[in-house]
């Protein structure tokens, strides 16, 4: 089997060197020299090769190996996945209006949008997909699932899954998904705007702006809390409008810098200030990303906000997408972007691995300071660092413990299916002591199975694996530690199950408007706000 290189990847070579101008002609033995090698190999496995090679499949490993050496955000999209790709950039596709988490090699389903195809057709959290039409979902990545789910809207697909160990099969039918980017806005303690972004689609500004003036329009405002914790991110552009809602126009909010940026290098803001003055606290935590940073990075360097809550995610990085022949697609990472004041807050230095390949994060020593426009120290390389910090889990390992092994998650599922249709009241006495039985027994399990597993990965001698499946770790004291720790924590971990069990019985506005009541960070914002000497204080 001979593999001709198409004339298109040709054509692209061409126009990339064009493109690329002296500094491709610098190096233009290099780029020949090993596009030379490429082309050589790649034939030489087609024609030689013990077993028959799929062109297409060799070709899209070797294009994932190279994107690869270079951050995760920079992927190439096959014509069968670009469909993904646009699903991606537009944030509107036929599917089910759900995410879903692996565990123990199937999908399960860990949130649903209020009003979509799983909502309506009563899948639930804590339901495990087993199958989707009749194919076994047993080990397969979320790309592959997501693959199956998504589709053209008012198209069907059957689904079986297993709840409580009963198996039950249900008709999907896929609906356009257009989620709005504000999920709740109200007044919090009758005079602070409170604003719950989920991410930065289109339209976010204008959603963020209908919401502010809502409220103005019902008492004067004191403050404004912008939540955004576990927001990934989104489009730029709306990032920047949001800031001007609160600094107004023609402010520089955000600097992009690659070798070869296309568009606005610099992004001012385009609007007029909503609110310029009112106290504002932004509330992130680690799961705060990209635009998220960009917005309360650029209020922290112009000294416009309080950013609250734990160190955010750290990624500086804005990525394009770009059209390739065949219809395929390729999302690439084009810039590094550089607050007001000047820092990158990217945190993993992808150009920088060690010996296994694991990017490196920048040493304190290595952190440039910049300073506020106030005269504030701000660093880079690390995220953005709140101005008032507050631990996550509010410290407790025993709460950070109960989410990572899902054990509230699991126990709010096992109660909610016992009694769907009951409505919802806070955790009782009697329901606490159940739940302290049921993390004991699973904190037993989960603890045998990860030695077992971590015992399995170190020895190959099965005879001793066998053996060593049948020590029985302490369960007494274990039982005892678990029971301790929860029985100490008895307040924070009934506010984590009431968190959970609010989720599951409350429509979505209900539940934000009942969780505000009880979220510690958000009662800390307000209090800041109240607080305006401490406020301001902390501005400079």
Same mark, same amino acid.
């Given at each position: 089997?001979?593999?001709?290189?198409?004339?298109?990847?040709?054509?692209?070579?061409?126009?990339?060197?064009?493109?690329?101008?002296?500094?491709?002609?610098?190096?233009?033995?290099?780029?020949?020299?090993?596009?030379?090698?490429?082309?050589?190999?790649?034939?030489?496995?087609?024609?030689?090769?013990?077993?028959?090679?799929?062109?297409?499949?060799?070709?899209?490993?070797?294009?994932?190996?190279?994107?690869?050496?270079?951050?995760?955000?920079?992927?190439?999209?096959?014509?069968?996945?670009?469909?993904?790709?646009?699903?991606?950039?537009?944030?509107?596709?036929?599917?089910?209006?759900?995410?879903?988490?692996?565990?123990?090699?199937?999908?399960?389903?860990?949130?649903?949008?209020?009003?979509?195809?799983?909502?309506?057709?009563?899948?639930?959290?804590?339901?495990?997909?087993?199958?989707?039409?009749?194919?076994?979902?047993?080990?397969?990545?979320?790309?592959?699932?997501?693959?199956?789910?998504?589709?053209?809207? !008012?198209?069907?697909?059957?689904?079986?899954?297993?709840?409580?160990?009963?198996?039950?099969?249900?008709?999907?039918?896929?609906?356009?998904?257009?989620?709005?980017?504000?999920?709740?806005?109200?007044?919090?303690?009758?005079?602070?705007?409170?604003?719950?972004?989920?991410?930065?689609?289109?339209?976010?500004?204008?959603?963020?702006?209908?919401?502010?003036?809502?409220?103005?329009?019902?008492?004067?405002?004191?403050?404004?809390?912008?939540?955004?914790?576990? !927001?990934?991110?989104?489009?730029?552009?709306?990032?920047?409008?949001?800031?001007?809602?609160?600094?107004?126009?023609?402010?520089?909010?955000?600097?992009?810098?690659?070798?070869?940026?296309?568009? +606005?290098?610099?992004?001012?803001? +385009?609007?007029?200030?909503?609110?310029?003055?009112? +106290?504002?606290?932004?509330?992130?935590?680690?799961?705060?990303?990209?635009? *998220?940073?960009?917005?309360?990075?650029?209020?922290?360097?112009?000294?416009?906000?309080?950013?609250?809550?734990?160190?955010?995610?750290?990624?500086?990085?804005?990525?394009?997408?770009? *059209?390739?022949?065949?219809?395929?697609?390729?999302?690439?990472?084009?810039?590094?972007?550089?607050?007001?004041?000047?820092?990158?807050?990217?945190?993993?230095?992808?150009?920088?691995?060690?010996?296994?390949?694991?990017?490196?994060?920048?040493?304190?020593?290595?952190?440039?300071?910049?300073?506020?426009?106030?005269?504030?120290?701000?660093?880079?390389?690390?995220?953005?660092?709140?101005?008032?910090?507050?631990?996550?889990?509010?410290?407790?390992?025993?709460?950070?413990?109960?989410?990572?092994?899902?054990?509230?998650?699991?126990?709010?599922?096992?109660?909610?299916?016992?009694?769907?249709?009951?409505?919802?009241?806070?955790?009782?006495?009697?329901?606490?002591?159940?739940?302290?039985?049921?993390?004991?027994?699973?904190?037993?399990?989960?603890?045998?199975?990860?030695?077992?597993?971590?015992?399995?990965?170190?020895?190959?001698?099965?005879?001793?694996?066998?053996?060593?499946?049948?020590?029985?770790? !302490?369960?007494?004291?274990?039982?005892?530690?678990?029971?301790?720790?929860?029985?100490?924590?008895?307040?924070?971990?009934?506010?984590?199950? !009431?968190?959970?069990?609010?989720?599951?019985?409350?429509?979505?506005?209900?539940?934000?408007?009942?969780?505000?009541?009880?979220?510690?960070?958000?009662?800390?914002?307000?209090?800041?706000?109240?607080?305006?000497?401490?406020?301001?204080?902390?501005?400079?």
């Amino acid at each position: 089997m001979v593999i001709r290189l198409p004339k298109w990847f040709l054509l692209c070579l061409c126009a990339f060197f064009l493109s690329q101008g002296n500094k491709v002609v610098d190096n233009l033995f290099e780029y020949s020299k090993n596009i030379e090698i490429f082309t050589a190999l790649y034939k030489e496995l087609g024609t030689n090769y013990v077993d028959e090679i799929e062109p297409g499949k060799l070709m899209k490993t070797g294009i994932d190996a190279m994107l690869k050496s270079l951050d995760p955000y920079t992927n190439f999209f096959t014509e069968y996945q670009a469909e993904e790709a646009l699903i991606e950039k537009q944030g509107q596709y036929g599917g089910v209006g759900c995410r879903i988490m692996i565990r123990n090699h199937y999908p399960v389903v860990n949130f649903i949008e209020e009003g979509y195809a799983f909502n309506i057709a009563d899948v639930r959290l804590g339901d495990i997909i087993s199958s989707i039409n009749g194919i076994s979902l047993k080990d397969k990545s979320t790309d592959q699932l997501l693959s199956m789910v998504r589709g053209a809207p !008012n198209t069907s697909f059957s689904i079986e899954i297993d709840r409580e160990g009963k198996s039950i099969k249900k008709q999907i039918t896929r609906m356009a998904i257009k989620t709005a980017s504000v999920s709740f806005s109200g007044l919090f303690q009758g005079d602070i705007a409170y604003v719950k972004l989920e991410e930065f689609g289109q339209h976010a500004s204008d959603e963020i702006e209908a919401s502010l003036k809502k409220m103005m329009e019902k008492t004067e405002l004191k403050g404004v809390i912008l939540d955004l914790r576990d !927001n990934g991110g989104g489009l730029l552009n709306e990032a920047v409008q949001i800031v001007g809602l609160f600094v107004g126009e023609n402010r520089s909010i955000v600097t992009l810098r690659g070798q070869n940026v296309t568009g +606005p290098k610099n992004w001012i803001t +385009p609007n007029k200030a909503l609110l310029p003055n009112t +106290p504002l606290v932004v509330l992130v935590n680690e799961h705060s990303a990209s635009a *998220s940073e960009v917005v309360s990075g650029s209020l922290q360097d112009m000294d416009r906000a309080v950013i609250m809550g734990q160190t955010s995610f750290g990624k500086g990085l804005v990525q394009n997408y770009a *059209s390739l022949p065949y219809r395929t697609q390729m999302k690439l990472t084009v810039a590094k972007y550089y607050t007001p004041s000047g820092r990158c807050i990217q945190k993993l230095q992808y150009g920088d691995r060690d010996e296994n390949g694991v990017a490196k994060t920048m040493s304190t020593a290595q952190k440039k300071a910049f300073k506020t426009q106030g005269g504030r120290t701000v660093y880079e390389g690390g995220g953005i660092d709140p101005d008032v910090a507050l631990k996550p889990y509010q410290g407790l390992e025993i709460l950070k413990w109960l989410e990572q092994e899902n054990i509230v998650f699991d126990w709010a599922n096992q109660q909610y299916n016992l009694q769907p249709d009951s409505i919802f009241h806070p955790i009782t006495e009697q329901q606490f002591a159940q739940f302290s039985q049921f993390a004991i027994k699973k904190s037993q399990v989960t603890l045998q199975e990860k030695l077992h597993k971590a015992m399995t990965s170190m020895y190959s001698d099965t005879l001793f694996i066998k053996q060593i499946s049948g020590l029985k770790i !302490n369960a007494d004291h274990v039982a005892n530690k678990v029971k301790t720790d929860l029985t100490t924590q008895k307040s924070s971990i009934i506010l984590q199950m !009431n968190h959970a069990l609010m989720e599951r019985k409350l429509k979505k506005n209900r539940f934000h408007q009942e969780w505000l009541l009880l979220d510690l960070e958000s009662k800390e914002a307000a209090a800041l706000i109240h607080q305006l000497d401490r406020y301001q204080s902390l501005l400079k």
